[in-house]
């Protein structure tokens, strides 16, 4: 319940980084000096990202002969507070988690620090003379920095991008794949060219929504490397964000499958244009499939840095690419380029292509949209590489953005010029050209049809189901032939699907190397290992290789495509909805940098995801759904040990507050009635009895709240004792806060936490507490503050309940003699060693007694955490209270534990009356719908007791007697008494029947009850003439020789049971 802490003085422990004044009214003189005395240090604080080096240690010395150290120009400098020496200005190094490269941690001075300076008597004199002590020494300081900076110059720095070259670059790249140069001219023949620039749009609608989520979440504060699973996983937490970046990984693996298939279908092109198959089509994709990312994963091994300088070579050729594709549509068509469909620019050509084309089925634009979408997927091949870019808050906004911008006007342009310049429907055969003279022509016009005949060309044949190889509807090569210079299109294809695939090799083992350092998932911590300067995940990259040739293996684009667009729509509706969810809760460490975003455009673009999902392909869309719900119940289940203040820890916030404030306003009714328990445990882990029982009764049910008193001492534990402590809780899955009080005794420290404990309606309506069984020995003002916390939770209209178990719940000796080496003797040194390693691994949460900043290494095992079997719960319901008995052991058979015992009600009664009152009682249980096994009536309760157990009563309250000098002096009124818990023989006559009677109970209870698993008897309600003594000397008489634990239990004489509907 409650506990005494004793405190003795702590060292401050000050270690300023450099000299200050102690004079108040004078500045304090700082020198910083760079290692030549050339250049002074500015002040200031100088980011991570400008620190290349590590600053060398200057030594200033003052007149005082005084020893100042620097680090450089970084200025690595107290600076104090105008309002005290110890205190400090704002610095960035007191916001980082992580240290500068060789510097320590900087720490801000706790509130302790700055109360103790000179509450202790210190002067201001004294405390810069121990901040100097404080200080390390001087030639330990300089060998480590200049190790530290040895270090830094033999190891070359990681590289870092920055926007262009990082994420701009690299996202165009990504967007300008396949789709472009193999499928964008079939989607304008099909579609049409308004429908294509809707499909292009919508896509644009989706990438450019799902851009500004990004921007937003990646300003948000730093971003490490994980890409979108790690703004997912840290803005909407790991439940959601740990299935997403499963299957984002997954994608981007399939996703460069993807762009070496459309690689490979290139290059088996040209190999059957030259005769030179190597075995079949599908198989020939295949096989150049399997070399090309066997070779690009080589170049991924290589590092970062070549495969930057790979992309930079890519885009320089697709820029020369596409100058070659504009020219050529402005360049006179030759005779074989027309016989293939292309005629440069022509008005007929352009209003027939505007519409889709009349020979499609129902359903096509989908069909057409889900092939397409794999071209904008791109859009995070930037942010994917967060680690490696200088600045990801500035160059992921920015380099996405832009790159969206200029890939949507190149696709827009493309697709208008090839609908403007070429039919659907050639032959490719030169035969096919008319002979336009003035005697044929009529006759000619009549047998030709098609777009064709007026630009001397019959193409007939294509429209009557002859299968014709060339036409923006048949020839995967338009782009090519419409070029000024063919084999450079070939080149920018080259550039355009290996870049992709490229970029998607790289960013899944980066996003994947990402989720297996964050544990959520088991068996893939293997892949969480880097190596080299940029931490490359080679384990990583070899499973995505992996997974990529077996995607290969399909050696269809078209088959591959819909899996991907399903993956990443579901990605980015979860990118969406991380934004809108961390907008809509309010959160105040919601304060994104990039404001060019709204909630609702952000919600917009997560259902608009969702929907294309299911329109494109429901089935792929219903496994991926499926899949996400799979490994978001494991998440959910294995409750990972991680906080990243995630935008769902908002909202739970906000939902509490919002239904505590709405809960306040309903009017309580007895049908909602829960015991809501106030358990005086003092630290939980002395007591596990009392908690595994009240929270075996109140978990997923009711409130519980564990009370801790803190007496003799005027200062509360420290924050991480009471975080250690509900770890202890959570860890024995007991659902209870635990709240810390002050307190001179028991009585006040109680009484206050009656007071001040709860919130609204969720406030404790029933003190549980253990039983005093030291209180003959203990003080008497202890007894009396014991009885008197009863009487005060009484007078607080709360219901009691005291536990009590034959050895006691207090198991503060069974945990020292645990850490007693002494009492080891019997363990082998395997055992041993196994422990010890325990103990240190676990140190910060283990609880030593008179340590207050501890919880115990393991879990102690108590009877409430066993299965009870088929005993039964015995109910002594002496008293009417309102229910409450009746309550609690109804409650308990709920529970598995406790699930196959039957509950016995036991009631006073009279002999001649006994068919009756049973009868009455069980009409009574039967109306409150209780599953009561049976009822029994007592009607031998007013039978004396037995001598001996008489005898044992008095002995216990021998010690208490007023002596007959001590009754003379006694005060007619108790209260003004020197010794109100002492008892007089007058009030031993006044009391003596009542005592007779529990004495009498409890050789009912004994005889009754010998083999139950828990006994419940209604608790006596103290009276304001009995003496504490006397009242403790009733409670342990009423449940002393019980070898089942024992509850007392008193509700507040209001109904909280009815058999009434409303």
Same mark, same amino acid.
């Given at each position: 319940?409650?506990?005494?802490?004793?405190?003795?003085?702590?060292?401050?422990?000050?270690?300023?980084?450099?000299?200050?004044?102690?004079?108040?009214?004078?500045?304090?003189?700082?020198?910083?000096?760079?290692?030549?005395?050339?250049?002074?240090?500015?002040?200031?604080?100088?980011?991570?990202?400008?620190?290349?080096?590590?600053?060398?240690?200057?030594?200033?010395?003052?007149?005082?002969?005084?020893?100042?150290?620097?680090?450089?120009?970084?200025?690595?400098?107290?600076?104090?507070?105008?309002?005290?020496?110890?205190?400090?200005?704002?610095?960035?190094?007191?916001?980082?988690?992580?240290?500068?490269?060789?510097?320590?941690?900087?720490?801000?001075?706790?509130?302790? *620090?700055?109360?103790?300076?000179?509450?202790?008597?210190?002067?201001?004199?004294?405390?810069?003379?121990?901040?100097?002590?404080?200080?390390?020494?001087?030639?330990?300081?300089?060998?480590?920095?200049?190790?530290?900076?040895?270090?830094?110059?033999?190891?070359?720095?990681?590289?870092?991008?920055?926007?262009?070259?990082?994420?701009?670059?690299?996202?165009?790249?990504? /967007?300008?794949?396949?789709?472009?140069?193999?499928?964008?001219?079939?989607?304008?023949?099909?579609?049409?060219? /308004?429908?294509?620039?809707?499909?292009?749009?919508?896509?644009?609608?989706?990438?450019?929504?799902?851009?500004?989520?990004?921007?937003? /979440?990646?300003?948000?504060?730093?971003?490490?490397?994980?890409?979108?699973?790690?703004?997912? =996983?840290?803005?909407?937490?790991?439940?959601?964000?740990?299935?997403?970046?499963?299957?984002?990984?997954?994608?981007?693996?399939?996703?460069?499958?993807?762009?070496?298939?459309?690689?490979?279908?290139?290059?088996?092109?040209?190999?059957?244009?030259?005769?030179?198959?190597?075995?079949?089509?599908?198989?020939?994709?295949?096989?150049?499939?399997?070399?090309?990312? *066997?070779?690009?994963?080589?170049?991924?091994?290589?590092?970062?840095?070549?495969?930057?300088?790979?992309?930079?070579?890519?885009?320089?050729?697709?820029? !020369?690419?596409?100058?070659?594709?504009? %020219?050529?549509?402005?360049?006179?068509?030759?005779?074989?380029?027309?016989?293939?469909?292309?005629?440069?620019?022509?008005?007929?050509?352009?209003?027939?292509?505007?519409?889709?084309?009349?020979?499609?089925?129902?359903?096509?634009?989908?069909?057409?949209?889900?092939?397409?979408?794999?071209?904008?997927?791109?859009?995070?091949?930037?942010?994917?590489?967060?680690?490696?870019?200088?600045?990801?808050?500035?160059?992921?906004?920015?380099?996405?953005?832009?790159?969206?911008?200029?890939?949507?006007?190149?696709?827009?342009?493309?697709?208008?010029?090839?609908?403007?310049?070429?039919?659907?429907?050639?032959?490719?055969?030169?035969?096919?050209?008319?002979?336009?003279?003035?005697?044929?022509?009529?006759?000619?016009?009549?047998?030709?049809?098609?777009?064709?005949?007026?630009?001397?060309?019959?193409?007939?044949?294509?429209?009557?189901?002859?299968?014709?190889?060339?036409?923006?509807?048949?020839?995967?090569? @338009?782009?090519?032939?419409?070029?000024?210079?063919?084999?450079?299109?070939?080149?920018?294809?080259?550039?355009?699907?290996?870049?992709?695939?490229?970029?998607?090799? !790289?960013?899944?083992?980066?996003?994947?190397?990402?989720?297996?350092?964050?544990?959520?998932?088991?068996?893939?911590?293997?892949?969480?290992?880097?190596?080299?300067?940029?931490?490359?995940?080679?384990?990583?990259?070899?499973?995505?290789?992996?997974?990529?040739?077996?995607?290969?293996?399909?050696?269809?684009?078209?088959?591959?495509?819909?899996?991907?667009?399903?993956?990443?729509?579901?990605?980015?509706?979860?990118?969406?909805?991380?934004?809108?969810?961390?907008?809509?809760?309010?959160?105040?460490?919601?304060?994104?940098?990039?404001?060019?975003?709204?909630?609702?455009?952000?919600?917009?673009?997560?259902?608009?995801?969702?929907?294309?999902?299911?329109?494109?392909?429901?089935?792929?869309?219903?496994?991926?759904?499926?899949?996400?719900?799979?490994?978001?119940?494991?998440?959910?289940?294995?409750?990972?040990?991680?906080?990243?203040? =995630?935008?769902?820890?908002?909202?739970?916030?906000?939902?509490?507050?919002?239904?505590?404030? =709405?809960?306040?306003? !309903?009017?309580?009714?007895?049908?909602?009635?829960?015991?809501?328990?106030?358990?005086?445990?003092?630290?939980?882990?002395?007591?596990?009895?009392?908690?595994?029982?009240?929270?075996?009764?109140?978990?997923?049910?009711?409130?519980?709240?564990?009370?801790?008193?803190?007496?003799?001492?005027?200062?509360?534990?420290?924050?991480?004792?009471?975080?250690?402590?509900?770890?202890?809780?959570?860890?024995?899955?007991?659902?209870?806060?635990?709240?810390?009080?002050?307190?001179?005794?028991?009585?006040?420290?109680?009484?206050?936490?009656?007071?001040?404990?709860?919130?609204?309606?969720?406030?404790?309506?029933?003190?549980?507490?253990?039983?005093?069984?030291?209180?003959?020995?203990?003080?008497?003002?202890?007894?009396?503050?014991? !009885?008197?916390?009863?009487?005060?939770?009484?007078?607080?209209?709360?219901?009691?309940?005291?536990?009590?178990?034959?050895?006691?719940?207090? %198991?503060?000796?069974?945990?020292?003699?645990?850490?007693?080496?002494?009492?080891?003797?019997?363990?082998?040194?395997?055992?041993?060693?196994?422990?010890?390693?325990?103990?240190?691994?676990?140190?910060?949460?283990?609880?030593?007694?008179?340590?207050?900043?501890?919880?115990?290494?393991?879990?102690?095992?108590?009877?409430?955490?066993?299965?009870?079997?088929?005993?039964?719960?015995? @109910?002594?319901?002496?008293?009417?209270?309102?229910?409450? *008995?009746?309550?609690?052991?109804?409650?308990?058979?709920?529970?598995?534990?406790?699930?196959?015992?039957?509950?016995?009600?036991?009631?006073?009664?009279?002999?001649?009356?006994?068919?009756?009152?049973?009868?009455?009682?069980?009409?009574?249980?039967?109306?409150?719908?209780?599953?009561?096994?049976?009822?029994? @009536?007592?009607?031998?309760?007013?039978?004396?007791?037995?001598?001996?157990?008489?005898?044992?009563?008095?002995?216990?309250?021998?010690?208490?007697?007023?002596?007959?000098?001590?009754?003379?002096?006694?005060?007619?009124?108790?209260?003004?008494?020197?010794?109100?818990?002492?008892?007089?023989?007058?009030?031993?006559?006044?009391?003596?029947?009542?005592?007779?009677?529990?004495?009498?109970?409890?050789?009912?209870?004994?005889?009754?009850?010998?083999?139950?698993?828990?006994?419940?008897?209604?608790?006596?309600?103290?009276?304001?003439?009995?003496?504490?003594?006397?009242?403790?000397?009733?409670?342990?008489?009423?449940?002393?020789?019980?070898?089942?634990?024992?509850?007392?239990?008193?509700?507040?004489?209001?109904?909280?049971?009815?058999?009434?509907?409303?």
């Amino acid at each position: 319940m409650g506990h005494k802490l004793s405190r003795g003085r702590e060292n401050v422990d000050i270690v300023p980084q450099g000299r200050f004044s102690i004079s108040e009214e004078a500045p304090p003189r700082y020198i910083a000096r760079e290692e030549n005395d050339d250049a002074s240090a500015s002040p200031g604080v100088h980011h991570v990202s400008d620190i290349t080096e590590v600053p060398q240690i200057v030594v200033t010395m003052e007149a005082g002969g005084d020893s100042t150290v620097r680090q450089g120009s970084t200025q690595d400098v107290r600076r104090p507070s105008l309002y005290s020496t110890l205190d400090e200005v704002p610095q960035l190094d007191f916001y980082t988690n992580t240290t500068f490269l060789g510097r320590q941690r900087r720490n801000r001075p706790t509130l302790e *620090t700055l109360r103790r300076a000179f509450d202790d008597g210190d002067t201001a004199s004294n405390a810069g003379s121990a901040a100097t002590e404080a200080l390390p020494d001087l030639s330990d300081v300089q060998g480590h920095v200049e190790g530290a900076a040895t270090k830094a110059k033999a190891a070359k720095p990681p590289v870092r991008f920055g926007w262009v070259t990082g994420v701009m670059i690299r996202c165009m790249l990504n /967007i300008w794949g396949v789709v472009l140069f193999l499928r964008l001219s079939w989607i304008t023949a099909k579609a049409g060219i /308004i429908l294509t620039w809707v499909i292009i749009l919508l896509s644009v609608v989706i990438t450019t929504v799902t851009a500004l989520s990004v921007s937003a /979440i990646s300003t948000n504060g730093r971003v490490k490397s994980g890409g979108a699973y790690f703004m997912i =996983s840290r803005t909407l937490g790991p439940e959601i964000g740990g299935p997403i970046g499963m299957v984002f990984s997954f994608a981007n693996a399939i996703a460069c499958a993807f762009h070496s298939v459309g690689f490979a279908e290139t290059v088996g092109t040209l190999l059957k244009e030259n005769d030179a198959i190597m075995v079949d089509d599908v198989n020939d994709v295949r096989i150049i499939g399997v070399i090309t990312v *066997t070779l690009l994963l080589l170049i991924s091994l290589a590092g970062m840095e070549w495969e930057a300088k790979t992309q930079v070579l890519f885009f320089l050729m697709l820029m !020369v690419t596409f100058a070659n594709y504009f %020219v050529g549509t402005f360049l006179f068509p030759t005779p074989n380029k027309q016989a293939q469909g292309f005629f440069s620019y022509q008005k007929d050509i352009f209003i027939e292509n505007l519409l889709p084309d009349k020979r499609n089925s129902d359903g096509y634009f989908f069909e057409m949209f889900s092939i397409f979408f794999p071209s904008a997927i791109g859009i995070l091949a930037g942010a994917n590489i967060s680690g490696d870019l200088k600045n990801p808050g500035h160059a992921i906004p920015k380099g996405t953005l832009m790159a969206i911008l200029v890939t949507t006007i190149s696709y827009l342009a493309i697709s208008v010029t090839l609908g403007a310049c070429v039919i659907r429907d050639a032959t490719g055969d030169m035969a096919d050209q008319l002979i336009m003279n003035v005697t044929e022509v009529s006759v000619m016009t009549e047998a030709c049809e098609g777009l064709g005949c007026q630009f001397g060309w019959n193409f007939t044949r294509c429209l009557h189901g002859a299968a014709c190889q060339y036409g923006l509807a048949n020839d995967k090569q @338009v782009l090519r032939m419409v070029s000024g210079f063919g084999p450079l299109i070939i080149a920018g294809l080259f550039a355009a699907s290996l870049s992709s695939a490229l970029a998607f090799l !790289v960013s899944a083992p980066k996003v994947f190397q990402c989720l297996c350092r964050d544990n959520i998932y088991p068996y893939i911590s293997f892949f969480a290992k880097g190596y080299g300067k940029n931490d490359e995940p080679l384990r990583a990259y070899l499973l995505t290789y992996i997974i990529a040739l077996a995607f290969i293996l399909i050696g269809d684009l078209n088959t591959v495509a819909p899996v991907i667009s399903n993956f990443f729509l579901c990605s980015y509706a979860l990118i969406n909805f991380s934004c809108f969810h961390a907008s809509i809760t309010n959160s105040p460490g919601w304060r994104p940098s990039f404001r060019y975003y709204n909630r609702w455009v952000a919600l917009f673009g997560a259902v608009v995801s969702v929907v294309i999902m299911f329109l494109l392909t429901w089935q792929t869309a219903l496994i991926t759904l499926c899949l996400i719900l799979l490994l978001l119940g494991y998440v959910t289940y294995k409750k990972p040990e991680v906080n990243w203040g =995630s935008s769902m820890q908002a909202n739970k916030y906000n939902m509490a507050l919002s239904y505590s404030v =709405s809960l306040s306003g !309903v009017e309580d009714h007895v049908k909602n009635y829960r015991p809501q328990c106030l358990v005086l445990t003092g630290p939980p882990p002395l007591r596990p009895a009392l908690v595994d029982f009240v929270g075996s009764f109140t978990k997923n049910i009711s409130l519980m709240i564990c009370g801790d008193i803190l007496m003799d001492d005027k200062s509360a534990l420290p924050q991480r004792s009471a975080d250690s402590l509900l770890k202890w809780l959570n860890r024995r899955k007991v659902r209870s806060f635990y709240t810390q009080m002050n307190g001179d005794c028991l009585r006040e420290g109680a009484r206050t936490l009656l007071q001040a404990t709860g919130l609204g309606k969720l406030k404790p309506n029933t003190l549980v507490m253990g039983f005093k069984t030291n209180w003959r020995e203990s003080a008497p003002c202890s007894l009396d503050d014991y !009885v008197n916390t009863i009487y005060d939770t009484f007078d607080a209209n709360y219901g009691v309940c005291i536990l009590r178990l034959m050895d006691g719940l207090d %198991v503060t000796e069974e945990l020292m003699c645990e850490d007693n080496a002494g009492f080891e003797h019997d363990e082998s040194p395997e055992q041993q060693s196994s422990n010890d390693s325990t103990e240190e691994d676990s140190d910060q949460d283990s609880f030593q007694p008179g340590h207050q900043d501890h919880t115990p290494n393991d879990q102690i095992t108590t009877v409430f955490q066993t299965k009870q079997g088929k005993k039964t719960i015995d @109910v002594y319901w002496i008293s009417d209270d309102g229910g409450l *008995t009746l309550l609690i052991p109804y409650l308990l058979t709920r529970r598995k534990h406790w699930r196959n015992c039957k509950v016995r009600v036991f009631v006073v009664g009279q002999q001649q009356t006994i068919e009756e009152d049973r009868k009455e009682m069980v009409c009574l249980l039967q109306s409150f719908r209780l599953d009561v096994h049976d009822v029994i @009536v007592i009607t031998d309760s007013e039978r004396p007791p037995l001598a001996k157990n008489v005898k044992r009563f008095e002995g216990s309250i021998a010690p208490f007697r007023l002596s007959g000098e001590q009754e003379d002096r006694m005060a007619p009124l108790r209260s003004d008494s020197p010794w109100p818990w002492r008892l007089s023989e007058k009030e031993l006559d006044a009391f003596k029947t009542k005592s007779e009677k529990k004495v009498r109970l409890n050789e009912i209870i004994r005889r009754n009850s010998k083999h139950a698993a828990l006994v419940i008897v209604s608790l006596p309600v103290p009276q304001s003439d009995c003496p504490s003594s006397l009242y403790m000397a009733w409670l342990d008489a009423l449940t002393c020789g019980l070898h089942c634990p024992a509850l007392l239990i008193r509700g507040n004489q209001q109904n909280v049971l009815t058999f009434y509907c409303q």
